[in-house]
């Protein structure tokens, strides 16, 4: 990694950012589940609050798997290419390992559930495992093959195969959201299907040389500005014309449904309306962070960036726990579950939360810089 500290620092604020952005969303599906409705997405049926509330946590997923691509790239400027490729190799295949056990643990409270649940940390992982064998290739081929899969993408869409295909599992894998019968009674949901977050993972590698040492803090800010700004001016314009990446948006005459409709987009697997909006943003906060890199609050979001897995981990436990005690304490107060009744009080759970976690994810954050020689504190 490079040692520039104000680069780094805007790296894991913007990751600890969206990390709040997670805990809010995950909060949600623990003690709002009760007002879940299909697609929490639906700007035609579901409350605003609950719309902006899920569409906030739209970030997350293209913010971790854009700058694992951008991380890798700084990695490999003190590392050799076969370094680093083993790094993201094994790096790539223990997060797998890790959504298969305890990530599914913690959201099934089994670790042999009749379901796994293939994830964002699975997604991650096997991104990884790509870029592990891409890192190899010029970065203009990988920027071109990330460019071309993000904007490409869905013109795969009508491409659906049945269970009875031979290829229907690694199609499920790569661009289509389904079960795949493992035999018995279990099965795998490819939540995350990963062909668009390879393409994310690849324009994060091609990304990497804008936080070179090389590169000034203005021309840094110039190339984020420019292509954040860009990249939205993209994605209104191929908005407005309503057709290619995404269902089309309609006008209800109500203005803020009709702006829910134009902001709503498909994340399984994220359409390119979902990719262009949430890539531009993700560059314009790296922008902002690291404008106001010098400010204490950019430096204890970092603080929550500086452990990502760690935390990540951490608060699934921890809510798993708390919806167990309430439930022994209250009951199930919302038909089949315990859950809140506003939507203000999810905000309210999560922000308590944050300040909760934030003492033990600094702890471990410390101690992976004070503890360098234990090798597998890295992989967290």
């Given at each position: 990694m490079s040692s520039n500290p104000a680069r780094l620092q805007s790296i894991d604020a913007l990751r600890g950012l969206v990390m709040l952005f997670m805990l809010l969303d995950h909060v949600r599906e623990t003690f709002f589940l009760?007002?879940?409705?299909?697609?929490?997405?639906?700007?035609?049926?579901?409350?605003?609050?609950?719309?902006?509330t899920r569409l906030l946590s739209a970030l997350c997923a293209p913010v971790f798997i854009f700058l694992t691509g951008l991380s890798a790239w700084l990695y490999s400027q003190k590392n050799s290419r076969r370094d680093t490729s083993l790094f993201l190799l094994k790096r790539g295949l223990f997060l797998v390992l890790l959504e298969l056990t305890l990530v599914n643990l913690a959201w099934n409270g089994t670790l042999l559930g009749p379901t796994l649940w293939l994830q964002v940390?699975?997604?991650?992982?096997?991104?990884?495992?790509?870029?592990?064998?891409?890192?190899?290739?010029?970065?203009?081929?990988?920027?071109?093959?990330?460019?071309?899969?993000?904007?490409?993408?869905?013109?795969?869409?009508?491409?659906?195969?049945?269970?009875?295909?031979?290829w229907?599992?690694?199609?499920?894998?790569?661009?289509?959201?389904?079960?795949?019968?493992?035999?018995?009674?279990v099965r795998a949901r490819t939540t995350y299907p990963v062909l668009p977050w390879i393409g994310v993972i690849l324009l994060g590698w091609g990304a990497g040389?804008?936080?070179?040492?090389?590169?000034?803090?203005?021309?840094?800010?110039?190339?984020?500005?420019?292509?954040?700004?860009?990249?939205?001016?993209?994605?209104?314009?191929?908005r407005c014309l309503n057709g290619y990446g995404e269902q089309p948006w309609v006008s209800t005459g109500?203005?803020?449904?009709?702006?829910?409709?134009?902001?709503?987009a498909r994340k399984y697997p994220p359409s390119l309306m979902f990719l262009l909006?949430?890539?531009?943003?993700?560059?314009?906060?790296?922008?902002?962070?690291?404008?106001?890199?010098?400010?204490?609050?950019?430096?204890?979001?970092?603080?929550?960036?500086?452990?990502?897995?760690?935390?990540?981990?951490?608060h699934l436990y921890v809510l798993k726990a708390?919806?167990?005690?309430?439930?022994?304490?209250?009951?199930?107060?919302?038909g089949d579950y315990f859950g809140f009744d506003y939507i203000g009080t999810v905000w309210l759970c999560s922000a308590l939360l944050a300040v909760l976690l934030f003492y033990p994810t600094r702890w471990f954050a410390a101690l992976k810089q004070q503890r360098r020689d234990i090798a597998w504190l890295k992989y967290f």
């Open positions: 009760h007002r879940q409705v299909s697609d929490p997405m639906d700007a035609l049926s579901v409350e605003p609050a609950l719309f902006f940390i699975w997604c991650i992982g096997i991104c990884m495992i790509v870029l592990a064998g891409a890192v190899h290739l010029p970065r203009a081929v990988l920027l071109g093959l990330g460019a071309l899969i993000v904007a490409g993408h869905n013109l795969l869409d009508p491409l659906v195969l049945t269970p009875e295909s031979p229907f599992a690694p199609w499920a894998m790569l661009h289509q959201r389904e079960f795949i019968d493992l035999g018995g009674e040389p804008w936080f070179a040492r090389g590169t000034t803090p203005v021309r840094r800010a110039v190339l984020l500005t420019g292509w954040g700004v860009g990249l939205l001016l993209a994605f209104v314009a191929l109500d203005g803020l449904r009709t702006a829910m409709s134009f902001l709503s909006p949430t890539l531009g943003g993700c560059l314009l906060l790296l922008a902002a962070l690291e404008r106001y890199q010098a400010r204490r609050w950019v430096a204890l979001l970092a603080l929550f960036g500086a452990a990502p897995m760690f935390f990540y981990l951490l708390l919806y167990l005690i309430a439930v022994a304490l209250w009951g199930l107060n919302q």
